[in-house]
C-alpha cells in the first residue's frame, strides 16, 4: 500500500501570497492531522480531520484553515504568507483518530521570501 | 494534555542496547504512550505503541510501570542508521492533541 503522499515536496511563496498544500492518507484512513515543523523543533499540531469534521486545532491564527474531502484526502490553506511560516509542513493519516498511530508523509517544505 | 519531558541529546556506539526514558507525570487514563523516529527532512515513522507493562516488536521494545508516569524505549543493537530523533508523544488522538516535544537526539558512533 501505498504511504501517505504530500504534494508539493517544495514550494516557494513570497510573503502576502496564499499556499495550497496537499495530503492524500493511506487507503482506508479516513482521519487527517497537519503539523508544522520549524527546524531544531517538534512537529506542532494546526489541525485534525475525521469523516470530513473538524475534530482539533492547534494554536495556529486564522490565516491557516483546512478541509476534507470526501475520498479523505485533505487540503491545508495558508493565507497571507509570513517569514515565520516557512517550515515543514507535515500530513499525517490513521485509521480512526482516536489512538491509531499516525503515519506521516514526508512533508511540504515552504520557504517564505 | 500530558507534558513529556525527554533527553536532549544521548550518543551509543554501534552493537549497544540503547534506552531513552521519557517521563509523562501528569498522564491520563485514556492515554496511550508511543514513540516515533525522524530522519532530517522526513516525516516521523511510527515505533511502537503502548498502555501499560511491556510492548516488543521488530524493532523496540517498550517498558511502562505500573504507574504509567514514564516510559523507556529500547532498541537492541543499534547501527549508524538508528541515528535520528526519537520523540515521545502521550494522548490520545481522538480530538488531534498529540504534542511532540523535542525529542531525544540519538547519535551512534562506529
Known amino acids: 500500500d501505498a504511504g501517505v503522499t504530500q504534494s508539493p515536496t517544495h514550494l516557494i511563496k513570497t510573503r502576502g501570497q496564499h499556499v495550497t498544500l496537499r495530503c492524500s492518507p493511506i487507503?482506508?484512513?479516513?482521519?487527517v492531522s497537519w503539523y508544522q515543523q520549524v527546524l531544531g523543533q517538534g512537529p506542532q499540531f494546526i489541525f485534525q480531520?475525521?469523516?470530513?469534521?473538524?475534530?482539533g486545532r492547534g494554536n495556529f491564527p486564522d490565516r491557516f484553515s483546512a478541509r476534507q474531502f470526501p475520498n479523505y484526502s485533505s487540503e491545508l490553506n495558508v493565507n497571507a504568507l509570513l517569514l515565520g511560516d516557512s517550515a515543514l509542513y507535515l500530513c499525517?493519516?490513521?485509521?480512526?483518530?482516536?489512538?491509531?498511530?499516525?503515519?506521516f508523509g514526508n512533508g511540504t517544505r515552504l520557504t517564505v521570501t | 494534555l500530558a507534558k513529556t519531558t525527554q533527553p536532549i541529546s544521548m550518543d551509543s556506539y554501534e552493537g549497544q542496547e540503547v534506552n531513552i526514558t521519557c517521563s509523562h507525570n501528569?498522564?491520563?487514563?485514556?492515554?496511550?504512550i508511543t514513540w516515533y523516529q525522524q530522519f532530517p527532512s522526513q516525516g516521523p515513522r511510527f515505533i511502537i505503541q503502548?498502555?501499560?507493562t511491556k510492548v516488543t516488536n521488530e524493532v523496540a521494545s517498550l517498558f511502562i510501570p505500573a504507574d504509567r508516569k514514564s516510559s523507556t524505549l529500547s532498541l537492541p543493537r543499534v547501527s549508524l542508521s538508528d541515528t535520528a530523533v526519537y520523540y515521545c508523544?502521550?494522548?490520545?488522538?481522538?480530538?488531534?492533541?498529540?504534542?511532540f516535544g523535542k525529542g531525544t537526539k540519538l547519535s551512534v558512533k562506529p
Open positions: 503502548g498502555y501499560k
Open positions: 499525517a493519516s490513521s485509521r480512526t483518530g482516536g489512538n491509531s498511530p499516525l503515519h
Open positions: 487507503s482506508g484512513h479516513k482521519s
Open positions: 508523544l502521550v494522548g490520545d488522538n481522538s480530538q488531534g492533541n498529540l504534542i
Open positions: 480531520y475525521y469523516e470530513k469534521e473538524e475534530r
Open positions: 501528569n498522564i491520563a487514563t485514556n492515554d496511550y
